[in-house]
């Protein structure tokens, strides 16, 4: 059980990278020039940074990283709020309080 409750985290840690980085493609569709496109995706790229960021932390230091998680997925609600349909409330950042969740209890199995 601890194996799978060590890998667990990591590998949907990493596969929300992935898909949260598919959002940043949208920028190739708007016929800009090449540095205007290349600018749009790396500020479009910025939740990715913060998601690899708390994998990284949370590789080293699961508590910590735990925590991180969860404020990621709770900081998106509090800035998107009811600003975005219902779906995008539970899609985006249940995945990352999940995660979190499983980072702390990795943390206290240790």
Do not use: C
């Amino acid at each position: 059980m601890n194996k799978y409750l060590l890998w667990i985290p990591r590998v949907l840690g990493i596969a929300f990278a992935v898909f949260i980085s598919i959002f940043a493609l949208d920028v190739f569709g708007e016929g800009s020039g090449f540095w205007i496109t290349l600018v749009a995706l790396l500020i479009h790229l910025v939740p990715t940074y913060l998601i690899v960021a708390a994998i990284i932390i949370s590789w080293k230091w699961p508590k910590v990283g735990g925590w991180i998680w969860i404020a990621l997925g709770l900081l998106y609600l509090a800035m998107a709020g009811g600003k975005v349909h219902w779906s995008a409330l539970v899609l985006l950042p249940a995945p990352a309080i999940i995660i979190g969740i499983l980072f702390l209890l990795q943390s206290q199995r240790k």
